[in-house]
């Protein structure tokens, strides 16, 4: 057996059963291996930020992580933006990477570069194999730095030798590092803060768990606390029957407005809030002055358990979710914002997955469908732009069975357009909505706050039209239907119809 | 003065006139700088691989560097493949990468991450602004590291605050670096080893240059000596009346088989020939074993005056050019790789810039425009696919009055699809030239040389098809006007027509 073989049939015996690959040359004998076993499914992204996207998304639903397979210090970095927002999401990631073989790397072959340097600024663990004995060790090691809690990127160099070589050895599994145990004093200590003006600031695992949610939910209750949970975040389960929780604005001002009562904070896997950006004239940390902050769980901790030892501490007990009124459907007119927020509400079915790379156009549908049918809510985590087509047919490959609906601005959309070929290829129940208003409309908020006159060449760069964008060709020319929609009853209509029918859709809508 | 617009206006004082951009929030201060300076061209690509793509093919074709604008390490690593290939290139480029303002860096705001570790692999100089004050001369260091001899990747990254705060200063312009002397000892011996069975194996600044090609041929001539350009190169000046320079076949056995005849070979802003990847039954250097090689100029070095002072030493005189027939274009008939070639080569004309991602469908289309009017042609220097549509972008705007014929590979041109917008955007005359065969063919054969009999899943992992692409549908998307042709002599008519039409137009060429 060779190297290769050994590392597919160890990844699998450790319960890995999807591959999302970019192969090139120097992976020939891991799709090779692929084949020959045909241990897993391989699922071809025509992008390399489309196989990392698509990673995320599968990790974030499966709640275990795929294989990546991708090809030398570019590919690397053509997938490194996606890392980047998985690793922020602390989703789990094994990516595998070739590089040449240990011989050839002496010699500046057009290819060669230096792989775990582009690695190392978005993967947590970074190993280059050493030899076919070795590699599934590796492997199996990577992969349970993946899977623990946190999850975390890990990312495996292969040269090309070792996987073509004999003498690979099939490793064990290896178990994940568990959550580091919660401190007692601290938990007595956020126990004794719990009262009116002490804000619970949560994300991470708590948001993913419906009964850690309606605890939350009762502490608040029974102590006067508020809680919260950041911007955007790896998996919300929210929508009717459900307590929902609130999340921080992006726009800064907004989020200082939101945070200004508080004089206490308690932050369950979630750092202190703060701003996306710097401003000239505005605080990093958001949270006002002098306003004491204790974490109480940190990433490695596990935070339903710190929410279930707080609740205990005061005697709470599960609130009831509040009665939210189903969202209407919107009426016939433009697609102003409310109503696309009220279309997409109104549409959403029972155990829909919502990916969420809306951008300034999508932020108040979140409000708008909080009574929507129960569903799973996947968000932007790490700010790059291009996350959300690929995300959505990784989240439809992990739940075959439940509806996909991806709310996509139009500029990032264009990042990894390509994520379209892998959810028509794969015939995924995706429906994109594209969010076409045509520009980078936060970079010109942003830019608002810069210079208060910008003039052509500045708009120039944030705008999206000269030409328009056609979301429908580009979708037709991978293979997924589409259709323009330039009314808001009608867009309601068309994504309750386009969830019903197997296979990928997309509706441009028109704002 | 602000620190952004001191940058901006010492860039503009050392000949920087265009900037591609892909900014984001943390980099508006310089979107205002350039705003209101009006000093620059600014080009927008919807992905920053189209940006640093572009930036090569305008340095290739200006002989200077634009400027890029990117965003964030997560921006910079999507900018990262087209930077290797850049940088595989000796094509000169400074990239200006925002990162968060100083203070905002010590939070775990979603978009921080390490932008010097993202640069590093792909950048020759790296180095991160400090102050206001010192950031223009930050930027006219990088400027003249980027345009030295060898050109270079520079990355200057640029903390939001320090582009923000007032006290910038307009630096003076800074010399770069010509070329290292070359050694007499060396060029003797260089001279003595000129005889039949000797290769001179070149690349680099001697391909850009007509005149040393004659040069080259004539000493060819004059000792028996044969010449040889490496297979991928950042420019070959090339066409009827010019000396014509043969390059070194990629597939590994046939790179063998070409270099086999030679006991000596002289090197000349080229490495000794290596495979393009390893095997593990054949070697990674090309030349046959113990022949003896000399690095007579390396990259740092004039080979243009290498080989003056070559032909001077054996008395040799410029060669005249073979009188190569004109291509004729191709019968009516299927589009078989050889109608391909002959009816691109048919096609060209006088002065056009060819950029040449074709890959394993463009192999031999070299061969065929060896007679065509004489133009430049620009290939995929550092392997990485991905390149062509954006390249052949830059090209045009750097040299708007001349046409740009880009020859593009299906699979690779998916890599960065959304430059064909950027055509659009600035009205660029690029014929794009899909070589539509539906498959990472290249890939296919890599499979076949490491397992004997590929299964479905390999070979789903490299087939294009499934859905088809439909790439006339992607530019109609794009804003750029296509067709499909499946007739290689309405192929070439076809290309004739697009190039003597103003703006982008693709063509689907159904292989």
Request: charged share 20%; net charge negative; proline share 8%.
């Amino acid at each position: 057996m060779n190297g290769a073989e050994s590392l597919v049939r160890t990844l699998h015996g450790a319960g890995v059963d999807v591959c999302f690959a970019n192969p090139g040359t120097s992976e020939m004998q891991f799709v090779d291996a692929l084949d020959r076993t045909r241990l897993m499914r391989c699922v071809l992204g025509l992008f390399e930020g489309v196989v990392t996207g698509a990673a995320d998304g599968y990790a974030r639903m499966a709640g275990k992580p795929a294989v990546t397979l991708l090809h030398l210090a570019p590919g690397l970095a053509n997938a490194g933006a996606n890392m980047h927002n998985a690793r922020k999401a602390r989703s789990p990631m094994l990516n595998l990477v070739g590089d040449h073989a240990v011989r050839h790397l002496a010699y500046d072959a057009p290819l060669t570069a230096d792989v775990a340097g582009a690695a190392t600024p978005f993967s947590d663990w970074v190993r280059t194999a050493t030899s076919a004995a070795t590699i599934a060790r590796d492997a199996a090691e990577g992969l349970a730095a993946a899977a623990g809690h946190p999850g975390r990127i890990a990312t495996l160099i292969a040269p090309a030798d070792i996987g073509w070589e004999e003498g690979g050895v099939i490793a064990e599994p290896v178990a994940p590092q568990g959550p580091r145990p919660l401190d007692a004093a601290v938990l007595d200590r956020a126990a004794a803060l719990l009262q009116p003006g002490t804000l619970i600031f949560c994300g991470g695992s708590v948001l993913e768990d419906p009964a850690t949610l309606a605890l939350l939910a009762g502490i608040a209750a029974k102590t006067g606390a508020d809680f919260l949970a950041p911007t955007s975040n790896r998996r919300i389960e929210r929508g009717a029957g459900r307590s929902d929780i609130g999340r921080l604005p992006y726009p800064v001002d907004l989020a200082l407005e939101r945070l200004a009562p508080y004089s206490r904070a308690i932050l369950i896997e979630a750092p202190a809030p703060v701003a996306f950006f710097a401003y000239p004239d505005r605080p990093s940390l958001l949270l006002p002055p002098g306003c004491e902050t204790l974490q109480l769980a940190d990433f490695d901790q596990d935070g339903c358990a710190a929410i279930a030892a707080l609740a205990e501490a005061v005697g709470a007990r599960p609130a009831a979710a509040a009665d939210r009124p189903r969202p209407q459907a919107p009426q016939a007119g433009p697609i102003t914002l409310p109503a696309l927020g009220a279309a997409i509400a109104a549409a959403l079915p029972e155990a829909a997955i919502v990916v969420d790379e809306g951008v300034t156009s999508g932020r108040d549908i979140g409000t708008a469908s909080a009574g929507s049918p129960p569903h799973s809510w996947l968000a932007l985590t790490g700010g790059s732009i291009g996350i959300g087509l690929p995300m959505a047919a990784g989240a439809a490959i992990a739940c075959p069975d439940r509806p996909v609906v991806s709310l996509q601005a139009d500029g990032s959309a264009m990042y990894t357009i390509q994520a379209l070929w892998t959810q028509a290829r794969e015939g995924l129940n995706v429906t994109t909505v594209i969010f076409a208003n045509r520009s980078y409309e936060i970079l010109k908020q942003e830019l608002y706050r810069v210079g208060a006159n910008p003039g052509p060449d500045a708009l120039n760069m944030l705008d999206l039209s000269r030409p328009d964008l056609d979301f429908v060709a580009l979708a037709r020319g991978m293979g997924v239907p589409g259709r323009r929609v330039e009314d808001a009853a009608e867009l309601c209509r068309a994504i309750a119809d386009a969830i019903a029918e197997p296979g990928p859709f997309l509706i441009e809508a028109m704002l």
